[in-house]
């Protein structure tokens, strides 16, 4: 089947930086869109950033000119660059794809476990 396996949260001071990793594996045809999502306390999951296969992409309002989303196509992969964090970016990151199963030719949509990302002094 397939499986997204997220990496890279953690613990950061405002102001500071980290890269979120997303790597899909299993039986897939194509990935037609990577992203992410996020969850804060208290608050509905929320559209973060995400990207097509042909690099259309599209940012949260909140995270624009900071989040930088990235796609490796040939590793099935997609990064998230976090810059200038804040203590409002604290959440659950979650890593999205939709896709094409290989062989029976089903769409699916995938998401990852999630990874905390805190942003405190």
Do not use: H
């Not at 990577?34 to 999951?45: D, I, K, L, S």
């Amino acid at each position: 089947q397939v499986q997204l396996v997220e990496s890279g949260g953690g613990l950061v001071q405002p102001g500071g930086s980290l890269r979120l990793s997303c790597a899909a594996s299993g039986s897939i045809f194509s990935i037609n869109t990577m992203g992410w999502y996020r969850q804060a306390p208290g608050r509905e999951r929320d559209l973060v950033a995400v990207m097509t296969y042909g690099s259309t992409t599209n940012y949260a309002d909140s995270v624009k000119g900071r989040f930088t989303i990235s796609r490796d196509n040939a590793k099935n992969t997609v990064y998230l660059q976090m810059n200038s964090l804040k203590p409002e970016d604290t959440a659950v990151y979650y890593c999205n794809a939709y896709l094409k199963v290989a062989g029976t030719g089903a769409y699916l949509e995938v998401w990852g476990q999630g990874t905390l990302v805190t942003v405190s002094s």
